[in-house]
């Protein structure tokens, strides 16, 4: 019998993904499909990808939307920075601050509300950044091949430049960790009186 | 008629009729990507079937697990009426669609 194993951080963020009744199945399904299909036939290597890229179609599934929400938030930031040009950055600064912590506060609360577990809401919070990341660099690269004259890039250089526009979306993988535990901690919290008054 | 059936819930369902006893996760996602010709996620696969179960079409019942699994269990799933019901609908739109077609069209691409 075929005993590799794909990696053991991946198996633990796949169960931290899934709902309680799911876990031992899913995983067991994978690691099934891992060890009988897909290591024989790809190697290694090959094999650890395709469970790293399963993984990552399950945080996918499960951020999707926030990821999304937070993409957007960003690329319509960059947008009015770019189209309309301030020297006052502070509401602006403020709306999106807001807007992003709130949702990977959401984004935690309700992963660890499915999952009934406290570290799903930092992962939620850490999927939420980098597909979110993702999402606002396309943006941005869209934004940029639309409007790209002068005036354009002088808000650009006005607005704290491209490397801003590009690394600062990463950055807030630490932010939407802390935060996204934060929700986990009271989805968490809530679930368990919501199920002790039941 | 009932809300019809989009074409990968009618793979999922489908390859739960066609793996009887035997229908449990991994078994439905091989049976899916054999079908539909190309890699399907886990994911879809897993979302389809809880999605699937919520709306009452199937029902599941937690198996043993086996060595190669390290011991996990496995999901076996079943259709219910309302699952069978519902394909014989999605199958009966399509067939509606069709109707005063010949097929392979011919001759207007």
Known sequence: ?198 | MAEVLGTFEQAVLLAVLRLRSGAYGRAILNDVSARLDRDVAAGAVHATLVRLEQKGLLSSEIGPGTEVRAGRPRRYYRLDPSGVRALNDAHAAVNTLWRGFKWPLKGHA
């Open chain 1, 1 to 198: 019998m075929n005993t590799a194993t794909p990696p053991r951080w991946a198996d633990a963020v796949l169960r931290v993904l899934l709902a309680p009744e799911d876990r031992q199945t899913v995983s067991g399904d994978l690691l099934e499909e891992y060890r009988e299909s897909i290591h024989p036939a790809r190697g290694r290597r090959r094999a650890d990808l395709w469970y790293l890229i399963q993984v990552a179609g399950f945080a996918w599934r499960a951020n999707r939307t926030w990821a999304g929400l937070l993409g957007g938030a960003f690329v319509a930031r960059t947008a009015v920075d770019w189209l309309l040009p301030t020297a006052d950055f502070h509401a602006r600064s403020t709306v999106s601050t807001t807007v992003s912590a709130g949702i990977f506060v959401w984004a935690g609360l309700l992963a660890a509300w499915r999952t009934r577990s406290l570290r799903a809401g930092a992962v939620a919070g850490i999927a939420t950044a980098l597909i979110g990341a993702v999402i606002s660099m396309v943006g941005a690269a869209l934004l940029l091949a639309i409007w790209h004259d002068a005036p354009t890039f002088a808000a650009i250089d006005g607005s704290g430049g491209l490397g801003e526009v590009f690394t600062l979306p990463v950055m807030l993988v630490v932010p939407g960790a802390l935060l996204g535990a934060l929700g986990g901690l009271l989805g968490g919290t809530g679930r368990r009186l919501a199920s002790h008054r039941h």
